[in-house]
């Protein structure tokens, strides 16, 4: 039967040596680990009001008025530090952000600047208020989810391969998860309740893209004992084998999220980028962390053997 | 072909099913028609067949408010330890110790003192009749402090947010906005949402009422001059409590908070069993409002839990609106003989912490019967006036809220905004899924166009299955079905690589396509399931726009796993396998 030819961009017989060079890829990440920790303590998250508390609404102003003019009436409303942004160049759309003071949201801002400036004067077609102790339980129970979720997700790397593979696949994923919080500390990007989504998507991205590779390996090991020598060729075996689908995986699903970096805008828009950002940390970290960290936690142990579990 | 027929029914069944629960909302969005839940005699056929349970738009993608409240629970729990102590002393009365002394402490807790010797016989009470409801923290030779017990604490303020919610239905019902939706977040938040509602103020007046509706007897103030205190005096006080705390009356502090460190604070100078309360009164001539401090009689003669009705008319005397009550019967006896009781006193009307009128009592008054009047200052519009005896009698007739509620949250979305944000979720979607069938063909020919109306079909299921758990698409609900979609094109680019594998190997097309299945598969699942544990723990995270992510990712998974595995090798099996082509288009 004659060999039938597929449209591929990676080779079949591909062989890069992924592991060989991996000191240097470590290196590189453990030095971007250090520089997004940093930043996150000087530089800091622009942390959104979702975390902080307080008020960000949109005014459309029926009649053109001046950025001071607004500044005036916020002050009469209580809000003197509040910042006031055009929206056009037109002195109608203004965005208002404040800080709360209060946890109570009750007569807020909106409400005010409506009774001083009379409520058919002005249109506000956006509000956001947030009291900051809601804002603070927030803060703490999207730490909650992000830890509860990186456990259960080791649990089932334990159960699923061996225990020797769950610290790569941690170690992987805490990286492109601290990296991505580096992003948005980089880029200055709000960070929201959309941005922990944002988080938490990446993490199951970069766990499944791990375990498609990790999947390999227990297949290729097929419950048998191999030493790690061979361990090593192993994983550099299956890495190669399925570049073309982490190419073409990562590539689907980045093309997809673009048109929604492009088309909306906002929270979702932020969303989109910190996910295209997650994607390509998250194959990279797969190759050059996940992987070669099962091989080093396999030599920490001695010459031991290693005995996967059976898909 | 084990069970093909089979398969393919059931691929051909679920595409249906989807396509009929999918009905209704494409009537309502794309027509306007509502499948009704009940259905008349005279409506078309397709009303008879259809399910009536359409996908449900968030508010950032249709528009409108969303709040979340809290409740005052420090209010809740003096209200409660206060009742407690009243049925403390009537236990102790019938018991025949009328020799104690009952009162609350600023620490809410409950001090009762007695004879010395006798303290033996206060735990008798409280442990006979006040089992798990009350405990004791400390006890001495004449005194005893009893707080409340952690687990009727907890009681009570589950009881206040379903009084609550139970209140605020009726409120809002009342009110007439169809589809607000009034669900409790959490154990102790309330989370309201108003879709397509504008203008806020007036529904957030209404739900801030506490609406508790007292009457209560003047010992001094404006219509009782000369007090004991005088009411110079009393001013003097107010102005003395101002200045040594900071607090302001109309500052940052809530009215209620103001009121109890008020009356903390002059305790000693005004007499047992009366507290200061204020009648607000807008100035005409310099438009400031003014607070005029009164002295009422703690212990109110009649209070909004014997009302039966209250409702809105015009005043004869000068047309102006006036909210009508008429109490219960109970009510009104007491109402008449607490009236008789104190003929040429003044009563004052207390709503919410505000003394609306203080009007002498000329006569006993028989059938329970009062007016509030409103607007006597004249500072007021007549739409403003209606509008207020309007809303006074509905919060007043709904019922009381259990103690005042928090504004935590409000996210008010322009409904021209949520249409803006419907077309580009939309057509992110839609380019999104363009990209995939074109990159897909190109590289994966027939094979990836088959990945391509699977991962439509897992969309379509995805909005199928929300329509019919009236689950609500929200925003960031789209983004979660962008990234199934993703975790789909995934698993079948995993299954054609195996494929292609074998193929190479020189295997047959049919062993190839068994093989591409059998070896993907793991991955798949291993991959699928991690994600629906981040998913699942989303889901707990029990946050509104984060929920909405959740729901939609976890059930575009399980479709995913259905349409990209299942769907997929149907299709394989049906035109290539059972019909022995001997190439494969991949």
Known sequence: ?311 | MKGLNWRVTTVIVSVLFCVYLLTPSILKFGFGKTVPRVTKPGDPWYFHVLPSEVLTLGLDLQGGLHLVLGIDFSEVQRDAVTKLKNQLQEVAEREKQTDYKFEVNSKDEIVVQYPSGSGGKVSDLVVKFFPDILEFRNQTESQALIAIHPNHENEVRKRAIDQSLETLRNRIDEFGIAEANISPQGTDKIQVQFPGVQDPTRIKDIIARTAKLSFQIVRSGSEVPDGPPRADELRSWVKDYEEKTGNKIDGKLPFSTYLRELNKFVATKIPEGTEILFHREVNVNTRQTEYIPYVLQREALVTGEDLQDAYYSYDPDNNKPIVNFQLTPVGADKFDKATGANVGQAMAIVLDNNVHSAPRITQRIGGGRAVIKLGEDGSRSTEELQNEAKDTSLVLRSGALPARLLFLEERLIGPSLGMDAIISGTKSLIYGLLIVLVGMGIYYRASGLVATLALTLNAIIVLACMAAFEATLTLPGLAGLTLTLGMAVDANVLIFEHMREELRKGKGVVHAISEGYKQAFSAILDGNLTTIFAGLVLLGFGYGPIRGFAVTMLIGLVASMYTAVFVTRVVFDYFVVAREKTSLSL
């Open chain 1, 1 to 311: 039967m004659q060999k039938q030819k597929f449209f591929q961009i990676i080779p079949t017989d591909t062989n890069i040596d992924f592991i060989g060079k991996y000191r240097m890829f470590v290196v590189l990440s453990a030095l971007a680990i250090v520089a997004s920790i940093t930043l996150m303590f000087t530089k800091g998250f622009n942390f959104g009001i979702d975390f902080t508390g307080g008020t960000v609404m949109q005014v459309n102003y029926k009649e053109a008025t001046k950025a001071e003019a607004v500044r005036e009436q916020l002050s009469q409303a209580g809000a003197p530090d509040a910042s006031v942004v055009s929206m056009d160049k037109i002195d109608h759309e203004y965005l208002i952000t404040a800080q709360s003071s209060s946890d109570v949201v009750g007569s807020s801002l909106p409400d005010k600047l409506r009774k001083i400036v009379g409520a058919d004067k002005l249109d506000i077609p956006q509000v956001d208020v947030v009291g900051p102790k809601v804002g603070g339980e927030l803060k703490w129970s999207a730490v909650l989810a992000l830890f509860y979720s990186i456990l259960l997700i080791m649990i089932y790397i334990w159960l699923r391969f061996d225990l020797k593979f769950a610290p790569g696949a941690t170690a992987a994923l805490m990286h492109d998860l601290i990296l991505t919080a580096g992003f948005y500390v980089v880029t200055g990007m709000e960070f929201d309740i959309t941005a922990v989504a944002a988080l938490l998507t990446i993490a199951g991205y970069s766990v499944n893209d791990t375990i498609v590779i990790y999947d390999r390996v227990r297949t290729m090991i097929g419950g048998a004992q191999i030493d790690n020598a061979s361990l090593a060729t192993t994983v550099n075996r299956a890495i190669n084998i399925t570049l073309s689908r982490t190419l073409l995986t990562s590539g689907f699903t980045a093309l997809s999220v673009i048109p929604v970096a492009i088309f909306c805008d906002g929270p979702i828009q932020a969303f989109s980028q910190a996910m295209l950002f997650g994607i390509l940390v998250g194959s990279y970290s797969t190759i050059y962390i996940a992987a070669p960290m099962t091989i080093s936690v396999q030599r920490l142990l001695g010459e031991g053997k290693v005995a996967t579990k059976r898909a």
